[in-house]
């Protein structure tokens, strides 16, 4: 599984958090959500931690779905 990438997060003067991938926003956190946020950003892998809070990552089966004669067009 490739590992996450694309992601960056902006921390805005109210507090809140703004997490967008490829560009485009993909979360808005705020308050103490925001804060647990940045506190697990500093600690560990960003990519990683971004593509987890925001639901963005891949399980594993979509190389196999791709493939399932349901799927092919």
Do not use: C
Not at 16 to 30: D, E, K, M, P, Q
Not at 57 to 64: D, M, P, S
Request: aromatic share 8%; net charge positive; no cysteine.
């Amino acid at each position: 599984m490739p590992r996450p990438h694309g992601f960056t997060y902006e921390r805005r003067g109210d507090g809140s958090v703004v997490i967008t991938h490829r560009g485009r926003a993909a979360g808005t956190l705020r308050g103490a959500r925001a804060e647990k946020f940045l506190a697990e950003v500093e600690a560990g892998d960003a990519q990683l931690v971004m593509a987890r809070w925001t639901g963005a990552y891949k399980f594993g089966n979509e190389r196999a779905a791709k493939n399932h004669p349901r799927n092919r067009r």
